[in-house]
């Protein structure tokens, strides 16, 4: 099998799996929470070294990350800690991942906005969108089927100028574009363990200083009363070390991979193969490739795809011969035979 599905998730790095290998055996199995005695004491040091590594990975500081089970909880978190029946409008875009789409509609009261036909955000669309009831606008980084960037900054600089928080939804981003929340100027920020090569099952939410979340779970009250559940330290310890070896390596991999997409495109053009490129070919990640093939049928395309894991849309929302809500938000007809393919 040749994978190209890496968007979807990444298998596990070697050099993660032998951090987290001590915690399957042995003694390293306290309960992070157990403050009594130094089984317990011992997991929460572990705990607390992966939560400054994960913070120094995105520029925060470690008392603003809370440990979750992965983005969509800290996506969720975000909209339900947040909305309120004082303040209960919020603002998305058609492009988010499913679940923040899916947060926002079942709060009730949300303003989806559309991109232009490369998947780009206009940020005076957000300016137009503000009520004096929004709470919170949550866009993503960079977008996980089209690999768009999203100008975060600049529609950061809206929300503060309107007083409204600004999530983001980085779990794409983390390990493929440099990542500094003071510069983003983002008061919330989700991540995900298992995009960078590190465990499933984990990730965290940003929550700058001064911002006030209620909680999603109720229980013990851990990670400072927001996400009750004890937490795994192996999980914690994967995902940071994921975060660490994500830094050191982004630009040798983003290196490589402009220069095997600049080759693949390449080898199609050289066949006369009608392809064009879905999303912006400026703003986006380097190794993200989603392709629309015209005429061609997409079922009929994935099926005698043999031994090449590739996807046709979003592992949360997409499945094969269904035109998914990303490409439909940038224009695609889905009357229209056609395949695309993300890589």
Do not use: W
Not at 28 to 49: M, Y
Not at 186 to 199: A, M, R, W
Not at 247 to 271: C, T, V
Request: glycine share 10%.
């Amino acid at each position: 099998m040749i994978y190209l599905d890496y968007q979807a998730t990444t298998p596990l790095d070697p050099r993660v799996a032998k951090v987290m290998q001590p915690f399957l055996n042995g003694n390293n199995f306290g309960n992070p929470h157990s403050s009594d005695h130094e089984f317990g004491r011992n997991a929460a040091q572990t705990v607390e070294k992966s939560r400054r590594k994960v913070a120094n990975s995105i520029g925060a500081r470690a008392s603003d990350i809370v440990f979750t089970s992965g983005a969509t909880e800290a996506n969720n978190t975000a909209f339900k800690g947040i909305l309120s029946p004082e303040k209960p409008h919020c603002i998305t875009v058609a492009t988010e991942h499913a679940c923040v789409l899916a947060a926002a509609q079942n709060s009730g009261n949300c303003t989806i906005l559309p991109v232009d036909k490369e998947g780009m955000l206009d940020p005076e669309l957000v300016q137009q969108a503000i009520r004096p009831e929004t709470a919170l606008v949550s866009v993503m980084l960079v977008n996980n089927e089209i690999g768009v960037i999203q100008p975060i900054a600049e529609i950061a600089e809206i929300c503060r100028s309107n007083g409204v928080l600004l999530h983001c939804d980085a779990a794409q981003a983390l390990g493929r574009v440099p990542i500094r929340v003071a510069e983003l100027g983002v008061d919330l920020l989700s991540v995900s363990g298992h995009k960078i090569y590190g465990p499933k099952g984990i990730g965290a939410l940003y929550i700058r200083r001064g911002v006030t979340l209620r909680p999603l779970l109720d229980g013990g009250g851990q990670e400072r009363g927001l996400r009750s559940g004890t937490l795994a330290p192996m999980l914690c310890a994967g995902f940071a070390e994921a975060t660490m070896l994500a830094e050191q390596s982004h630009d040798d991999d983003q290196k490589n991979a402009r220069k095997l997409i600049k080759r693949f495109l390449q080898l199609l053009d050289g066949a006369n193969i009608d392809y064009t490129i879905n999303g912006s070919t400026r703003h986006r990640i380097a190794d993200n490739l989603n392709l629309h093939f015209p005429n061609i049928d997409q079922g009929t395309f994935m099926r005698n795809l043999r031994g090449i894991a590739v996807s046709s849309a979003s592992a949360c929302s997409g499945s094969a011969g269904k035109t998914s809500h990303v490409l439909r938000a940038l224009g695609h007809d889905p009357g229209i035979q056609a395949s695309n393919i993300r890589l």
